[in-house]
């Protein structure tokens, strides 16, 4: 557990300097759109290639894989029902949104709570893999489409598959898939660069925060209530339901699809949305308060499921 504690002692500190830069104004104020596409655009690509094209490609495809797909699209969808028939959003607005109810923090997050509470790290492989080769394709090529008006199926799909991020999994799946072990002048300069994204994200993400209250008034309030309590209660129990009831899973395996589940949104949203110019403040209260929310309720599945 004091494991545990030190990951959101490292991911809080790196948030207060973010915040604390913009506050001293160490930083002009469009820096944070520099970082924001600094991020999207070269950092994320190198840190995803790395991560992926070094995974076991037994842990990538594994058992766990169709539990944690069926959680987090039951609450992608619920979000989206709800935003575009009764709220009456945007197609990109509910795009964001969706995304921040069921797209997880599985990899700057979910990697080291896969080492503390689950004792291996190729936990997090599915869930990363799922989320960079299936959710962030559809959810960027709806904002692109939506928002830079790519309208054709050969502009969507080109968009698609050129977007860096997108590239650098692809890439790094390939490697991992063919076997092919990169020799150590090429993997650890992209280690080198991949290692920066983590933090610059959460930097530019306290960056955010600055002047700004969470929840204020007049804003995206009740999506952002939505979609916190879709990712931070009901995403573990679906997971933890569909794992029982529907694949059999017991044990520790059930145990690790439901701690997957109870991931805070992640820092990835902000940065689409922050892409896209998008429902900033959605992605961005929905991410601090899942981060800070998801403490507890990792220690009550814990105590439910860990024995």
């Known amino acids: 557990m004091t494991d ?14 973010g915040w604390i830069v913009a506050r001293a104004g160490v930083l002009p104020p469009e820096a944070r759109q520099v ?15 790395s991560v992926l094209s070094t995974a076991d490609v037994g842990s990538l495809f ?23 028939l009764v709220w009456r959003r945007s197609v990109a607005h509910t795009t964001v949104g969706a995304l921040a109810s069921g797209y997880v923090n599985g990899n700057n997050f979910g990697i080291p709570i896969a080492v503390y509470m689950l004792g291996d790290a190729a936990y997090a492989a599915p869930i990363v893999l799922l989320q960079l080769l299936l959710f962030a ?5 709806i904002l692109g489409a939506t928002v830079e008006g790519r309208t054709s199926v050969r502009q969507i799909v080109r968009g698609t598959l050129l977007n860096p991020i997108i590239l650098g999994s692809l890439l790094g799946v390939a490697v991992a898939v063919s ?48 979609a916190t309590c879709l990712q931070l209660i009901a995403m573990p129990l679906v997971a933890w339901a569909v794992g029982s009831f529907a694949f059999g899973l017991d044990g520790h395996d059930l145990y690790a699809v439901t701690v997957l589940a109870a991931l805070p949104a992640a820092q990835n949203v902000f940065v689409f949305a922050q892409r896209y110019e998008t ?12 981060t800070a929310g998801s403490l507890p309720v990792l220690v009550v599945v814990a105590l439910l499921l860990g024995g």
């Not at 394709?137 to 090529?141: K, Q, R, S, W, Y």
């Open 62 to 84: 594994s058992a766990l894989l169709p539990v944690s797909a069926a959680a987090a699209v039951a609450m992608m969808l619920l979000f989206s029902l709800v935003s575009l």
């Open 137 to 141: 394709p559809v959810g960027l090529a």
């Open 35 to 49: 970082l924001a596409r600094l991020n999207f655009s070269v950092l994320g690509p190198f840190l995803l290639f």
């Open 4 to 17: 545990i504690l030190t990951g959101f002692a490292v991911i809080g500190l790196a948030v207060l300097v």
């Open 179 to 226: 076997g092919v072990e990169l020799p150590p002048y090429v993997q650890e300069p992209v280690d080198l660069i991949g290692h920066a994204a983590v933090p610059l994200m959460l930097i530019a993400f306290g960056m955010s925060l600055h002047g700004k209250r969470l929840l204020e008034p007049g804003t995206d309030r009740r999506d952002v209530l939505l």
């Open 279 to 290: 429902a900033e403040t959605l992605a961005r209260d929905t991410v601090f308060l899942t």
